[in-house]
């Protein structure tokens, strides 16, 4: 069945570092790829999304680009800060239904 | 902009009971859903609904029932609470389904004693 992979459950990191989050997908197709963001006491926000190969999404100074081939849909970001600590989610749209399934998460500590 | 309200925020339950968790959005949108979030698990979809008085079940319906009577409200039931279950249920919303985004709620936290 469909799937994420969160590879990393934490990271710690310190100010100005540079963020990488691995993410991968098992699912038939192209189905859209996400990732949500959650701070203590919050639920998940949106960060941003992509459904093409190749396509890029961004926000935040976050970024990912869509890999078909690698099946992959790894964050980065090339400076964190301290108020970047938070959970963060990879999701996959089942059949681009509207189903989201999640990976684990991974949890960013930053360290100013 | 809009909000999601998810009534209470905190709920103590006993083995057994029944309990109902309430969702709110003034979004207007469509697509409701209802997440449980449990500690290195991620979330996972118990509910979801496409319109007022559609239901379809996600991976986790077994031991809830659901309720979109309205547009804007969208109501969870835990009709058997597990002993010592320790969960964060999220409520979410989005403009129609496929590919869109879901905003969240600030969730509901469970414990049964």
């Known amino acids: 069945g469909d799937s994420v992979t969160q590879t990393e459950g934490q990271v710690a990191l310190s100010e100005e570092d540079f963020l990488t989050i691995h993410c991968n997908y098992s699912?038939?197709?192209?189905?859209?790829l996400f990732w949500y963001v959650q701070y203590p006491g919050e639920g998940p926000q949106f960060l941003f999304r992509?459904?093409?190969?190749?396509e890029k999404g961004s926000s935040r100074g976050f970024e990912a680009t869509y890999d078909k081939g690698t099946t992959s849909f790894h964050l980065r970001k090339a400076s964190v800060q301290e108020s970047d600590s938070a959970v963060y989610y990879c999701?996959?749209?089942?059949?681009?239904?509207?189903?989201?399934?999640f990976g684990l998460g991974t949890t960013l500590q930053v360290q100013p | 902009g809009g909000i999601i309200t998810q009534t209470p925020k905190f709920l103590i339950g006993q083995e057994g009971q029944k309990l109902t968790l309430k969702c709110q959005q003034n979004?207007?949108?469509?697509?409701m859903y209802w997440y449980r979030q449990d500690s290195g698990k991620g979330l996972r979809l118990i509910y979801y609904?496409?319109?007022?008085?559609?239901?379809q079940k996600g991976d986790l319906s077994e031991g809830y029932d659901a309720s979109r009577e309205k547009k804007s409200s969208f109501s969870l039931t835990v009709t058997s609470a597990q002993k010592n279950e320790m969960a964060v249920f999220l409520c979410?919303?989005?403009?129609?389904?496929?590919?869109?985004?879901?905003?969240f709620g600030p969730g509901t936290r469970l414990l049964v004693l």
């Open positions: 699912a038939s197709g192209y189905p859209a």
């Open positions: 609904s496409i319109t007022e008085n559609d239901l």
């Open positions: 999701a996959l749209d089942i059949g681009n239904t509207g189903k989201l399934i």
């Open positions: 992509a459904s093409r190969d190749k």
């Open positions: 979004f207007n949108h469509d697509t």
């Open positions: 979410a919303s989005s403009i129609t389904g496929a590919q869109d985004t879901q905003y």
